[in-house]
């Protein structure tokens, strides 16, 4: 079975409400989705969202990427997995969002050749899962009304998204903590907001109110390791790497430094499933469990996180796989299952989500 063409679609969907982190604001998800077809007739989908704050990368750049790396696949077997995946890491650097909806759409195939679900083909058995949802950053009692909501769909952990100004963040957390009355979980995101000694003076001053956290997920600037690990020395709160881990390099940096608690695995930072397998391989050997999280994407690119989950399932025991949840509609049809929280993987052999009109 030869790959005859590969080509992108753009993919847009509207947001319930904007998307405000303390690195951007997003008004609706705008994305890419890579088809690969066979010379047999078919076909693998994939999918992608540019973050130019966090990848360097935009819709026009994966667009550009995507064409520079199909003339490498285009005539070759579909069963040289191994050999596919090579090509796409080396035909060009970085681009770490274009490849993984490469990858995605590769093993969408693999796994529809082989009748199986992704899941099954990885060696995973879990089907059902339970994400939290995030909070967008904006003032205390807008934040408190989404929390609330959120927690009457159902959801019992709240990513609450901060790393604006430090005094200003911890009222938020105090007082979103004291409108849940207690009873929710709460995982934090400053999304490189801070300075180390900001970060352990605003956890000190949240955990002395009670609260200690899942976690504070990269409260400082992605190339500032030092600066994690003064921050795990210090405080309760255990910290978890996301901007600072993109490749297995990175992880291991922080694994033996000993900089971290936990880290976060995202498809769209490794290049795609196969380095995000083996990073969680790599979180295994270390002792460390991980998170699989997800840009602001569409329901294909959520839904090979879930796959990568169920593969790693003793690794990736966190999810924040939410994104979906966050759009008020969208154009696509799905075998799986997103009902807010719950998210429950089908047996439809390949990813399970595929285009309506393609």
Not at 92 to 104: H, P, Y
Not at 109 to 116: F, P
């Amino acid at each position: 079975m030869k790959i005859r063409s590969i080509r992108t679609l753009p993919f847009k969907a509207p947001l319930k409400h904007p998307f405000v982190t303390a690195l951007r604001r997003v008004e609706a998800l705008e994305d890419l989705i890579v088809i690969i077809t066979c010379d047999d007739g078919s076909v693998g989908y994939g999918e992608g969202a540019p973050t130019p704050q966090i990848t360097g990368e935009t819709m026009g750049s994966m667009r550009a990427a995507v064409e520079f790396i199909a003339p490498h696949l285009i005539g070759r077997e579909i069963e040289d997995l191994e050999d596919l995946l090579s090509l796409v890491h080396t035909a060009i650097k970085g681009n770490t969002t274009a490849k993984s909806a490469i990858e995605i759409a590769l093993y969408d195939l693999v796994a529809k050749q082989s009748k199986q679900p992704l899941y099954r083909l990885l060696g995973g058995t879990q089907q059902h899962f339970t994400t939290d949802i995030t909070i967008s950053m904006g003032g205390v009692d807008k934040m408190i009304t989404h929390a609330l909501e959120a927690v009457g769909r159902g959801y019992n952990t709240l990513k609450i998204k901060i790393g604006e100004d430090p005094l200003k963040d911890a009222e938020r957390i105090i007082e979103i903590d004291k409108a849940l009355e207690g009873n929710i979980s709460l995982r934090l995101d400053a999304n490189q907001g801070w300075s180390a000694q900001e970060s352990v003076t605003l956890l000190e001053r949240i955990e002395q109110a009670g609260i200690v956290a899942q976690f504070i997920e990269q409260p400082v600037p992605a190339e500032d390791i030092e600066g994690l690990r003064y921050i795990k020395e210090r405080v309760e709160t255990p910290v978890l790497a996301d901007e600072s881990v993109f490749s297995l390099h990175d992880a291991r940096q922080l694994l033996e430094m000993e900089a971290v608690d936990y880290l976060n695995i995202k498809l769209a930072k490794t290049g795609g499933i196969s380095q995000a397998l083996a990073l969680a391989d790599l979180a295994a050997s270390y002792g460390i469990k991980c998170m699989i999280g997800c840009m602001l994407e569409g329901p294909i690119a959520v839904a090979a996180g879930l796959h990568v989950a169920s593969a790693r399932i003793d690794t990736i025991t966190m999810l924040d796989l939410d994104a979906v949840a966050l759009l008020s509609s969208y154009d696509l049809y799905s075998d799986i299952l997103f009902d807010e929280s719950r998210i429950t993987l089908s047996d439809t052999p390949g990813i399970g989500i595929s285009p309506i009109d393609s």
